[in-house]
């Protein structure tokens, strides 16, 4: 695929998403249709309050979009990155369903945790099916090493999706964070699939590129607009699903190095605190007890991103 071929998704998954956002953004403030902070959240968060949310609502239609408008271009319309469309879609819903019920009842709380947990189940078991129907191994590749794991990849396949789709809601809590990682974590993985040629999958990382990098302008300090959990499950759920369909799977625990700190340091807090009664840091995820330290929003976001983009090079130099 030519440089030109690949910038058709990432220019018009970009258009697309500086054009709509603002349309949205005055919609929502409008109908007054902002974002409620958390109570548990740092104070200063408090003046977030009222900002747009959903914004996931528009990068996911524009990548959805996108994605099937170059695939038809390209003749490259296949299973794979309809379910990958799929995926960003289905967790899409599950978070606009819970990001729903937070604006019209005004409240920080949304779905039960079963019901998130039960519609990301059922995502990960479609992407089985279309994955078993494609015909691709039940295996992952270690350190170069093919190991079949036979039904145990049918568990592992949905803990990743579940897993990762929750990882990087974890992180959604300061302006720009997961934009700005998220772009970094599929544009590791377009440099993969473009050396496997797996142009279907390409064109689907270049259109979430585009459209994270036109949100990002709107989400970077002072955030006009939030992502919601419309946008943080479906970009975590797809970053899985693109894992497993490069057949690097393991890689995300490099490549998305950030997402798997936050988690972690959310388990080790949660932990930490249920045996002993203490906390090993001022907040969890660990973004806030940055921001318990002192550190700026900005900082947070820059730092975070080196020590990603870091990652994910050696990632991908590895793998290539």
Not at 5 to 20: D, E, F, G, H, Q
Request: net charge positive.
């Amino acid at each position: 695929m030519t440089i030109t071929k690949m910038l058709i998704p990432l220019l018009m998954s970009m258009v697309l998403t500086a054009v709509c956002l603002p349309v949205f953004i005055n919609y929502a403030h409008k109908k007054k249709q902002g974002q409620m902070i958390r109570e548990e959240g740092p104070k200063w968060h408090e003046k977030k309050s009222g900002t747009p949310t959903m914004g996931g609502f528009v990068f996911n239609f524009v990548i959805l979009f996108t994605g099937i408008m170059v695939s038809l271009m390209y003749h490259c319309l296949n299973p794979q990155i309809l379910i990958l469309n799929f995926i960003l879609i289905l967790y899409g819903f599950l978070g606009f369903w819970d990001d729903s019920i937070k604006l019209w009842k005004k409240q920080n709380e949304g779905l039960k945790p079963w019901q998130k947990l039960a519609g990301q189940i059922v995502g990960g078991i479609v992407f089985l099916l279309v994955y078993h129907f494609e015909g691709l191994p039940f295996s992952i590749n270690l350190f170069g090493y093919e190991v079949n794991l036979g039904f145990i990849f049918v568990l592992f396949v949905i803990f990743w999706l579940v897993g990762f789709s929750n990882a990087v809601n974890l992180t959604d809590g300061i302006d720009g964070l997961v934009a700005g990682q998220s772009i970094i974590a599929f544009g590791a993985y377009a440099v993969i699939a473009f050396a496997q040629h797996q142009y279907d999958v390409l064109v689907f990382c270049l259109s979430v590129i585009g459209a994270l990098i036109a949100f990002l302008l709107f989400n970077h300090k002072p955030a006009k607009i939030f992502m919601g959990d419309m946008g943080s499950l479906a970009l975590g759920g797809a970053l899985a699903a693109v894992s497993i369909l490069v057949h690097h799977a393991l890689s995300l625990l490099i490549i998305g190095i950030i997402f798997v700190i936050e988690t972690l340091s959310v388990i080790l807090q949660v932990t930490s605190f249920k045996l002993t009664g203490k906390r090993i840091f001022k907040m969890s995820p660990i973004h806030h007890h940055f921001e318990m330290c002192g550190w700026n929003e900005w900082k947070i976001d820059i730092v975070f991103w080196t020590i990603g983009l870091i990652a994910a090079a050696i990632s991908v130099m590895c793998i290539l």
